[in-house]
């Protein structure tokens, strides 16, 4: 008993339960402005104001208060590994892998999208199809602006990552460079002792996410577009039991292993519906798994932005329905273009605010209105569902990538794997490990 009110994966479960409860059974509740009076003010990045909910604040502060911590670790992480490894030809190396694996296989999910969307055509039998671009005119608006110049100032992580390489080359270089790896070892473990700390809270943000999210849009809302949902969460498993169980077989790594050791994460994400969340976390798991610290502070933040598979099998099965819906036949060509496209487009998913309508709509957009763009409108009450599925994809598809990459590297080592493995339990008593030392 002693054990499970101690676990962090027993109370974010609870605490996704009752958010979902509160959420479905009292709505008025869940959705209860904080303020009542034109007054808005600002507590850990997120803006008190009229109409933001109790629930969308505890949810929202969670996640910011988390992405506080991202950035300091990439630097810290990707410097010490640059300056320990102290080969600048082995991380050009890892990073051109990295990339080609990061085209391969969303390229895999993107196909793996379109086909299946075709086998089980969810958008066969929709009536309900929008005729007004009213809902969607933010979307497509941003659409037009994106470039991918703009897309590399807005993403805080990509910076930290440029220049979190730059300097880690300046440093390798240096005669002397021990005083560089004792401070930046010294910073590692408070900043990973102070997110242990913050991760404690994980609850109250699972439970704010969920009931935010079911409160607002109702299981009600799921119904009219149950195939569609129902399809792409079986095409995102499909994709992580059939790609990413051969890719880490390859290396004799056990996905259940995996999946095993990170549920704490898996849930969190879940919860939030944002991988950020957790990413800090996955790269310190990743670390103890036996994957060394320079392949980890390369891939996971790289990957973050350009190995998103469950956001790539979301958006070439979206596409594939709205043509369904509309009852659009497209030619081979035409579903080649689409794919062309969204091999580009799909990888600045990260870094805009309500990215996968923004990509949507500009691929659309590319297409010289073969399919109505207010279609997206059909998507807006369904999204925040299936934003599960895909942030959890891509949550599991990074680690993923980085076993891989380590394994390929010979950056592995597999005891620490099987230990760890072996000892799920233990690393997710919180209060043993993260309070009393």
Not at 362 to 381: N, R
Request: charged content about 15%; overall charge neutral; some cysteine.
């Amino acid at each position: 008993m002693k054990r499970l009110l101690t676990n962090l994966t027993f109370w974010v479960l609870l605490a996704i339960t009752i958010g979902i409860v509160l959420g479905h059974y009292a709505p008025e509740i869940a959705l209860k402005p904080i303020l009542h009076a034109d007054w808005k003010s600002h507590f850990m990045g997120q803006e008190l104001k009229v109409g933001k909910t109790l629930s969308e604040f505890f949810g929202g502060m969670f996640i910011s208060t988390v992405k506080l911590f991202i950035n300091p670790i990439i630097f810290i992480t990707i410097i010490l590994g640059i300056v320990s490894m102290g080969d600048l030809k082995k991380v050009g190396k890892i990073g051109a892998k990295a990339l080609i694996y990061f085209e391969i296989v969303t390229t895999i999910a993107l196909l793996i999208g379109v086909v299946v969307a075709y086998l089980i055509q969810p958008g066969k039998g929709v009536t309900n199809a929008p005729t007004t671009t009213q809902d969607v005119s933010a979307f497509t608006s941003k659409a037009q602006d994106f470039d991918w110049w703009k897309f590399f100032w807005d993403n805080s992580t990509l910076q930290v990552l440029v220049i979190s390489l730059i300097l880690g080359v300046v440093f390798s270089k240096l005669k002397d460079n021990t005083w560089i790896l004792k401070w930046l070892t010294i910073a590692s473990k408070y900043v990973f002792k102070a997110l242990h700390r913050v991760m404690l809270f994980a609850p109250i943000g699972a439970f704010g996410g969920m009931a935010y999210t079911i409160g607002k849009y109702g299981l009600a809302a799921l119904f009219p577009l149950a195939k569609l949902m129902i399809t792409v969460y079986i095409t995102m498993a499909l994709f992580i039991l059939v790609v990413l169980w051969y890719i880490l077989r390859y290396y004799r790594v056990n996905l259940y292993g995996y999946l095993r050791y990170i549920r704490e994460e898996l849930l969190i994400v879940l919860g939030t519906s944002s991988s950020e969340s957790a990413l800090p976390n996955l790269m310190e798991k990743l670390e103890k798994m036996g994957c060394s610290k320079s392949v980890v502070g390369l891939v996971v933040p790289t990957g973050y932005s350009f190995n998103l598979d469950g956001t790539t099998i979301y958006l070439s099965m979206a596409i594939i329905f709205l043509s369904q819906v509309y009852a659009v036949e497209l030619t081979t060509s035409q579903i080649l273009t689409i794919i062309g496209i969204l091999m580009v487009t799909s990888k600045g998913a990260a870094g805009v605010t309500g990215s996968g309508f923004i990509v949507l709509a500009s691929t659309l957009t590319a297409l010289d209105g073969v399919i109505p763009i207010e279609g997206l409108a059909l998507l807006l009450g369904v999204d925040r569902f299936m934003s599960e599925a895909r942030s959890i994809t891509n949550f599991i598809g990074n680690g993923v990538a980085t076993i891989w990459l380590a394994n390929n590297e010979k950056e592995f080592d597999r005891s620490k794997m099987e230990y760890v493995f072996g000892h799920v339990e233990e690393s997710e008593d919180i209060l043993m490990d993260n309070l009393d030392d």
